[in-house]
């Protein structure tokens, strides 16, 4: 069956290259309508390729002769000459969606339709300044102003920021056709792959997109410091939105997470995306995986669009000269756990995407550590293009998101638990989060604390108490994360009252307690769990004990024998 | 520079062909030797290729006029032809090491010499059967008779199970130079990657291999139920072995785990390997990657040969028809994480390797899980194949690795372990290993138990005792897992003996200790640990605390509220 079945691409650029390298591996030839020796060809050889443009009518007729399936990498395409062969090929997704989509502003009429929340936006007619100041005084500024159509990576996108920057955007964008957005004040661009099939919708987890002179530049997956519940409602967003248009095949979907958790549509492109090459990596089938597998009717297991692990895609762009690029991918050589994938474009324009590099890791912490030095450097390549004035776009929050909380009911704790975090953090090079949280004097702030803990990336909390100490019981009541409770010794009762409040909750919900004043044994069995999917902290769990070992054989054991128990005891 | 050097390979099949999408990725300019349309040269557009055989010394030489480095796919080359062109271009690895290696029994006695463990071997110079039957008496029987040359997937290799068996083994065998080893009485095959560059030599993990028919059906990576001590063992003896040999690149060496768990060598491939396939997926640098690198002289992290996720690869091999391997591929659709490779033979004969499909998932078990229907398949069709007559190979230990260890002093304690059992079982889904191990009564089995456990698989213990109790202690002072104390509520002192014995442990040694009897509460600890790395647990405990919730909201308090308190204790 496998031998069977054409498919065409209109465009082979890096992301036709990616779709014929997931061609290749299920032997289905591809064939591409593109310049000779366009990037997707070149790792592709029979005959069956048109040379020209996927906006020559003639050519596309061509292409559609050869195959059984045509689809588009790029959604600038001439839907009229998909139009025109439609009664004799098939075209994933359908021409209607892409010609809707390629222009954003019947894209997002479109979408409204069917309940999608955006931005608000308002046409213009006539583009003339007095128009655009009237739309300004309804939406406010700063705006967005926009080409409806041929508008990729930046271009046909002014940003108007107040009044006195209309005639200027008018100017950048004359001559095509408008309209006007809201800003929309967002803490973080996410982004999700959709992937539509004959039967269903399905959807990769929600990224987060990093942009840059108005093309993406990073992409977190999954996106960093955020719930399961906005994880989940993004994606919901994004296969409604995509369950709009006719079709089949990857779409990637960019939305906008507001201040109040929200989540709105930026956009949508009608292919493979950008902000789903991590998934070549990172999940059993990659975005071009699903992508042919979608338009040709064979089977996607959702499970195989999870995440195995998380990563961060990084884009090589053309720098000032035209191999300054190719720095960054000789230094991506050096970075752990990083794939690189050039696109073979030859010489590099400044802007132009020339490859990327995806670093996976057990924890987004690791794979951030590993890929900043690369982020560095391409942040200096582009420091050196003229074209460029703004700064580098900050990559966000770099420092570790903790994976261990340290609760205490009091900062008279404090004193109690400082062995433990000193442990935690001199030995095992583990930094927690460290607050005071009481359960009697703040509980509300306890519970959130508590219940938002998981999501923020935490694996684990130590909480302290003293007397009738509730505070570990309560955040384990909020919590599905394993909690460490620490009794700690009060003025009276010898910390027996702390060590039973803690010790004996009810069914349902455990803590698990250590020793009265014990933080060393709390910090330990951090390093304990942790170490269970973490090979190199248990080795230092390991290395711990050995040492405890050898001081208690090697040195007090010896010791004792040399000088006998008197002289040992004297000198204690 | 990634434009500038070119690498010829000998040999374009599957391996040559893998070996061309890495260097796709890098843009480096793969010419291939191989008949025209050769797999590798599909997937590579150019006309750097040279149409010949590997073993034709002319094309060998067109070969490496074109090239900066030249390596091989395979290792039935000629190396003459390789000894020729050695003044004009790289060869990696050297054509020396390839020679000897070409040649089993010379690189058996090659690597003796480095005191590199295998089984003996004699060599034949006569022939007759009366020299085999005297290296029959000294090695015993069954002995392996080999052909020292052209031997791969089995042909030149023939299993002489008595002396009865000498006239049809030579026969077998005729005209071919042999030698005869000694039967290796393993419990496991396995085999490491190794990758050597001009400084280091890197390996990947231990995988286990299962044969079929001569050839590899299955490649479990890592190893099953292998400590990481033999996982060590096994890659740093593949290290020594390969050390042995000039030249850089990939080679894949192949073990067997003996009865007594020491590890000796099988043979060495001087290229990339069947058993690395899963690298592609499993790995942030693949076999393929890595060998383009090593002979490249490029950077190779060590870190990028770790393994992401375990993984199963399984090979399609052709079947009674040319298309019946298809019906596997097809069924691999629908196998949840399945990666698919079809290698674009065309027409395939009766055990030849069309296509391999690698699963990954977050356990071995899962992975098993998901590749079983797989497997039945495969064996199904290779049962229509009228060549064979034996049955499919096992796929051997398809029990899961239990992750959870319960450990208790006594069988008296299992009555206050059951209903934490239950929890974990019925509930959450997770069987533990379930023991009597008193730290009193068998001190010495429960300290090996628990000092084994971590290599065993297990992430947590849970561990039970009464009165005097010391086993969660000790269990804790003999591994690095977290370990849950269980207090036993004895016959006298109320429990309170058992809760201190477990929870007031000295710094250093830590026990996760839950109230008195409180076994739901511990089952419901390893429940949260794990589900601080698995999604799908720490929902279920989302859902265990909601549960809980509903259940005193919506039920007892609305019928408290519907009955008066005074009716609803009447019914209590």
Chains 1, 2 share one sequence.
């Not at 292919?271 to 071009?288: D, K, M, V, W």
Request: with cysteine.
């Amino acid at each position: 069956m496998w031998n069977s079945p054409k498919v065409g691409i209109l465009g082979g650029g890096q992301l036709g290259r990616m779709l014929v390298e997931s061609a290749n591996r299920l032997n289905i030839q591809a064939n591409v309508l593109d310049a000779e020796n366009a990037p997707a060809k070149q790792i592709s050889a029979h005959d069956g390729h048109v040379n020209g443009s996927f906006k020559e009518r003639e050519a596309v007729r061509q292409l559609a002769k050869t195959c059984d399936v045509v689809t588009a990498e790029i959604e600038h395409v001439d839907t009229y000459a998909l139009e025109d062969v439609a009664s004799e090929v098939k075209i994933e997704p359908s021409w209607q969606a892409i010609r809707t989509i390629q222009n954003k502003f019947n894209q997002k009429e479109h979408l409204r339709k069917y309940g999608i929340p955006m931005a608000e936006h308002r046409e213009l007619v006539k583009n003339t300044p007095e128009e655009l100041a009237e739309i300004g005084k309804e939406l406010g500024f700063p705006l967005m102003l926009k080409s409806k159509t041929m508008a990729y990576d930046g271009r046909g996108n002014y940003s108007v920021k107040s009044k006195e920057d209309i005639p200027d955007a008018l100017e950048a964008l004359k001559d095509r056709p408008l309209f006007a957005e809201k800003w929309a004040q967002f803490k973080m661009e996410l982004a999700v792959m959709v992937v539509k099939t004959k039967d269903e919708v399905l959807s990769y987890p929600t990224v987060e997109t990093v942009q840059e002179d108005s093309i993406c530049k990073l992409v977190y997956a999954p996106a960093r410091n955020v719930s399961e519940a906005i994880n989940q409602k993004a994606q919901a967003l994004a296969r409604k939105a995509v369950a709009a248009f006719d079709g089949k095949g990857a779409f990637g979907v960019e939305m906008f997470l507001l201040e109040d958790d929200s989540v709105i549509l930026c956009e949508i492109a009608s292919r493979i995306h950008n902000s789903g090459h991590c998934t070549i990596e990172a999940c059993p089938l990659s975005q071009f995986d699903s992508h042919l597998r979608a338009i040709l009717d064979l089977p996607i297991p959702a499970k195989s669009l999870e995440f195995r692990q998380p990563s961060i895609m990084l884009n090589l762009i053309g720098g000032a000269t035209p191999d300054s690029h190719l720095k960054a991918a000789e230094r991506a050589l050096s970075i752990p756990n990083a794939s690189i994938h050039l696109y073979s474009k030859g010489a590099a324009r400044p802007g132009r995407k020339m490859g990327h590099v995806t670093v996976t890791a057990a924890t987004m912490h690791e794979a951030e550590t590993h890929i900043q030095p690369l982020i560095d450097l391409v942040d200096e390549i582009r420091s050196q293009r003229s074209d460029i004035k703004t700064p580098a776009a900050k990559s966000g929050p770099s420092k570790p998101a903790p994976s261990v909380a340290v609760m205490m009911g009091s900062d008279s704790d404090l004193k109690t638990l400082v062995p433990g975090l000193k442990l935690l953090k001199d030995y095992f090079g583990i930094e927690p989060a460290v607050d005071i949280t009481s359960a009697h004097r703040t509980p509300t702030f306890m519970a959130e604390y508590a219940a938002s803990a998981a999501a923020r990336g935490i694996k684990v909390i130590i909480a302290a108490a003293g007397g009738a100490a509730h505070l570990p019981g309560m955040a384990a009541a909020h919590t599905a994360l394993p909690v460490i409770g620490v009794p700690v010794k009060g003025s009276s009762l010898d910390g027996v009252d702390s060590l039973h409040s803690i010790v004996q909750m009810p069914r349902g919900v455990p803590v698990a307690t250590v020793g009265i004043n014990n933080s060393v044994n709390a910090a330990l069995l951090v390093a304990r769990i942790l170490g269970s999917y973490d090979p190199a902290i248990q080795r230092k769990v390991e290395a711990y004990a050995e040492k405890a070992k050898t001081e208690n054989l090697d040195q007090k054991g010896v010791k004792m024998r040399e000088l006998g128990w008197e002289k040992y005891f004297e000198q204690m």
